[in-house]
T-cell receptor, first 108, second 113 residues
Framework: KNEVEQSPQNLTAQEGEFITINCSYS?????LHWLQQHPGGGIVSLFM?????KKHGRLIATINIQEKHSSLHITASHPRDSAVYIC??????????WGAGTKLIIKP | EPEVTQTPSHQVTQMGQEVILHCVPISNHLYFYWYRQILGQKVEFLVSFYNNEISEKSEIFDDQFSVERPDGSNFTLKIRSTKLEDSAMYFC???????????FGSGTRLTVV
């Protein structure tokens, strides 16, 4: 059983659309990351959350600890947002348990 | 902005050979990690390192693997006798206390032939 599930697996949208990527997890956590992976392979942490909501530019991340669910939203999407977005959780220690990622393609 | 630096970016090695992957974590970070990603699969945790010793390791991190912090700046992953299934992208990461500033290197792509 996967401890971190993401949906959708793939998402294609038009430039300007509002994007939502979802993450559900089955373990107790101390924090959750949203990360971005570009085709070259490099990984960048976008947000780390343990409660509530965070916003950075056009990106918004929310988490509901009781429901074990987090969402990543992108407003006014742009082709440069095309990447794989990954949810990963800290299960009470410093390692990360990773989701499989959502491949996002934004068409001009 | 501070970076985690990994070298080499690509490494090709013969099966059975030893490889050492190099990482320079962010200088004031306390926790160091190795992860791997087999092509087309999820990223997997290998090991975390704190206060000059392994703090956690996964089932993947068997006796073939070892980590070392040989000086104040480098953090290395050694694979003693590589197998074909060790072919993957290996990521180093570092963080401060409380996961502060969790930062990844750009990865080393290891190909075992």
């Amino acid at each position: 059983k996967n401890e971190v599930e993401q949906s959708p697996q793939n998402l294609t949208a038009q430039e300007g659309e509002f994007i939502t990527i979802n993450c559900s997890y089955s373990v107790g956590i101390s924090a959750l990351h949203w990360l971005q992976q570009h085709p070259g392979g490099g990984i960048v942490s976008l947000f780390m959350l343990s409660s509530g909501k965070k916003k950075h530019g056009r990106l918004i991340a929310t988490i509901n600890i009781q429901e074990k669910h987090s969402s990543l939203h992108i407003t006014a999407s742009h082709p440069r947002d095309s990447a794989v977005y990954i949810c990963a959780v800290h299960p009470g220690n410093y390692q990360l348990i990773w989701g499989a990622g959502t491949k996002l393609i934004i068409k001009p | 902005e501070p970076e985690v630096t990994q070298t080499p970016s690509h490494q090709v090695t013969q099966m059975g050979q030893e490889v050492i992957l190099h990482c320079v974590p962010i200088s004031n970070h306390l926790y160091f990690y190795w992860y791997r990603q087999i092509l087309g699969q999820k990223v997997e945790f290998l090991v975390s390192f704190y206060n000059n010793e392994i703090s956690e390791k996964s089932e993947i991190f068997d006796d073939q693997f070892s980590v070392e912090r040989p000086d104040g700046s480098n953090f290395t992953l050694k694979i003693r006798s590589t197998k074909l299934e060790d072919s993957a992208m290996y990521f180093c990461a570092s963080s401060g206390a409380g996961y502060y500033g969790y930062t990844f290197g750009s990865g080393t792509r290891l190909t075992v032939v």
